[in-house]
């Protein structure tokens, strides 16, 4: 079984500060990690993804996560927030040896940036 | 990357009616599609995984002859939603991986999305 949780379902910052938003997964196999954005009304678009080579990733718009083993985690940052940024984001969990290879969503973090 | 059409964006039937969203794969084949429901300001719920030339897989709990699903060719799978009612009300979203990419590491593809409202 697996499953993903985002820590904050809300997160507000200033514009030109940093952004985190803290994922925590559990798989009893070797996960594949990813970082989707979904702005009102729209699809999700990949910002970036973890599949077994450096653990640090770096994805679109400055946005770069790590993945940390010892503590179940895939935390998404960027050092400076823009108005741009405000939207919902998700983290995907997808076991690599599992049949189906089914994926498993966090609940979604919304991030508000305020001018 | 590659690209999913969804269509229509935005769609008002009346009760009792038949509603149909449509799902391409622009620029790559696309063997499975999945069909995914998503509540205001909740996460995607993963509904169906539909397969071209096969019968759709559809999760527990979804209702199978409500929401049919057809995935006539590569490159395209419908949803109908039928005999709508209010509680069908929702945004639709469809996604896909491009075939023969191992699926552990190839990530989806996402379609913008479809908001049904059923009055």
């Known amino acids: 079984a697996q499953s993903v949780t985002q820590l904050d379902s809300h997160v507000s910052v200033s514009e030109g500060t940093p952004v985190l938003l803290r994922c925590n997964y559990s798989?009893?196999?070797?996960?594949?990690l990813f970082w989707y954005v979904q702005h009102p009304n729209k699809g999700l678009q990949l910002l970036l993804k973890y599949t077994s080579a450096a653990t640090l990733v770096k994805g679109i718009n400055g946005f770069e996560a790590e993945f940390k083993k010892s503590e179940t985690s895939f935390h998404l940052t960027k050092p400076s927030a823009h108005m741009s940024d405000a939207a919902e984001y998700f983290c995907v969990v997808i076991p690599r040896e599992a049949a189906g290879n089914k994926l498993t969503f966090g609940g979604g973090t919304r991030v508000l940036v305020k001018p | 990357g590659a690209v999913v059409s969804q269509h229509p964006s935005w769609v008002i039937c009346k009760s009792g009616t038949s509603v149909k969203i449509e799902c391409r794969s622009l620029d790559f084949q696309a063997t499975t599609m999945f069909w995914y429901r998503q509540f205001p300001k909740q996460s995607l719920m993963l509904m169906a995984t539909s397969n071209e030339g096969s019968k759709a897989t559809y999760e527990q709990g979804v209702e199978k002859d409500k929401f049919l699903i057809n995935h006539a060719s590569l490159t395209l799978s419908t949803l109908t939603v039928t005999s709508a009612h209010p509680e069908d009300s929702s945004f639709y979203i469809c996604?896909?991986?491009?075939?023969?990419?191992?699926?552990?590491?190839?990530?989806?593809?996402f379609g913008e999305g479809s908001r049904l409202t059923v009055l």
């Open positions: 996604s896909s991986r491009v075939s023969g990419l191992q699926t552990y590491t190839g990530e989806l593809f």
């Open positions: 798989s009893s196999y070797s996960p594949s």
